[in-house]
């Protein structure tokens, strides 16, 4: 680990302008992704730290159908709103199974948007093969051993995983991404703001060095919608998803009127699932419905001897997220 | 490259100089002699090293000294007042809420701010709002236990 420079700049252009300016700086916010990665795991070499956790960037505000969230707004602070509460209660949920309360207390909603894999072959500097971290190099986890890892959007080149929870219900609710660089602000769709492994796993979005998040703004759920958020893992609680699915129905009369749905611990991003959206969209809110939304759900997973199970576990997750949420029996 | 600051720690001003990669967690214990805080895996999994930072529990060893400057910190040794223990502490004595020790000082820190939080409505809401600290000897149910009872001594005192 080399050293580092410290910096507070205190207000946001400045910050902007400094990390644009300079390839060896980056931003910390909460520091549970990037401190992890500098200190510890001794895989991402920094010449300067721009220290963001004290601009003005944090904070809560609705608007008549959405919430404008600072990015520097913590999970903990997030998942305390009561407009999350009350009509995002599907976030509120994957806020609070995810990581533990201290960590929410440090990690920031920018942060939780571009938080990097927990792939131990990429986060294991001793490991020659990875893509993410040397494009070119190989993947040691494809032939590895591998749980934690994707099936979705996955290929030989990179199977890593990204881990999020809260990502999972704001693809689903088309969230959009506000962002700041030195040219301006631009705002991007979050399922659009992520890119797929393809030939360079290390490009994992679409932000350009010295971009930062400033804002994430969530649209409201209809009034009459219902949410839920489901969680599979090896532990009852602190761990990452094996499977997870985020799901939002607005249901008339026994006929799905209006589905969201987003999948979590299958994906190397955040999975919008789309297609399993359409099929559901004027069905009627039946199991045979479910099944057939999770069957095209996963289509076409990629999987290795570590991963195969995930494709089952999936669809019978994505079948109890809409059974909870539309309360049909199973 | 050395940074010099001040840390607000346990109510009192403590200056010092350390190099920028300095974690809380290392500066609390090698440049201020406060070794009560605890490192136990060192990268975020354990809560070993929990403390308060502006009244809410973070994890120091994944936090910069340096981004701590101007906030106030709380560790194990600031529980205490006047010499006499804070009620967790006394309460984790009587339930025997642990064996090795080596996790009890981010334990206790841990409890303090869930019960501040709310979060101590039931034995599986405790469990779940204490998961973040990891306990190897398997103190848990003496844990929940001493919790339980703080919690219900606090409710009945009010």
Known sequence: ?330 | MDIVSTLRVNRTERPFTADTRTTLLDALREQLDLTGTKKGCDQGACGACTVLLDGKRVLSCLSLAAQCEGREVTTIEGLARDGKLHPVQAAFIRHDGFQCGYCTPGQIMSAVALLKEGRAGSDEEIREFMSGNLCRCGAYPNIVAAIREVARLGSESQ
Do not use: W
């Open chain 1, 1 to 330: 680990m080399n050293a580092f420079e410290y910096v507070r700049p205190d207000d946001v252009a400045g910050a902007v302008t400094m990390v644009s300016r300079d390839p060896h700086a980056s931003y910390l916010a909460g520091g549970t992704t990037l401190l992890d990665l500098v200190l510890k795991d001794g895989v991402v070499e920094l010449g300067r730290v721009v220290d963001i956790t004290r601009l003005p960037l944090r904070g809560i505000s609705r608007g008549d159908d959405t919430l404008r969230v600072g990015a520097l707004t913590t999970m903990e602070e997030l998942a305390a709103d009561p407009t999350v509460t009350e009509r995002l209660p599907f976030v509120r949920e994957a806020l609070l199974l995810g990581a533990s309360p201290q960590l929410r207390n440090m990690a920031t909603v920018g942060g939780n948007i571009l938080q990097r894999t927990r792939c131990r072959y990429f986060r294991d500097p001793t490991v020659a093969a990875c893509n993410k971290r040397a494009p070119g190099s190989g993947c040691a986890a494809v032939t590895g051993v591998a749980r934690m890892h994707a099936i979705l959007g996955a290929r030989a080149a990179c199977i890593a995983l990204h881990a999020s929870d809260l990502c999972v219900p704001l693809v689903a609710l088309d969230a959009v991404v506000h962002i700041q660089g030195v040219g301006g602000k631009r705002s991007v769709p979050l399922t659009e703001f992520y890119v797929l492994p393809g030939d360079r796993p290390d490009i994992e979005n679409v932000l350009q060095h010295g971009e930062l998040i400033t804002e994430v703004e969530v649209p409201l759920l209809p009034v009459n919608a219902r949410s839920g958020y489901l969680k599979v893992r090896d532990r009852a609680s602190y761990e990452f998803a094996l499977t997870s699915a985020a799901a939002a129905l607005l249901i008339e009369d026994g006929t799905i009127a209006r589905a969201r749905l987003a999948l979590g611990g299958v994906g190397t991003i955040p999975r919008r699932a789309r297609e399993a959206e359409e099929l559901l969209n004027g069905a009627p809110a039946v199991n045979q419905t479910f099944r057939a939304a999770a069957e095209v759900a996963l289509r076409d997973p990629f999987t290795v001897s570590g991963t195969a199970f995930k494709v089952e576990l999936a669809k019978r997750t994505i079948v109890r997220i809409l059974q909870t949420v539309s309360g049909v029996q199973s």
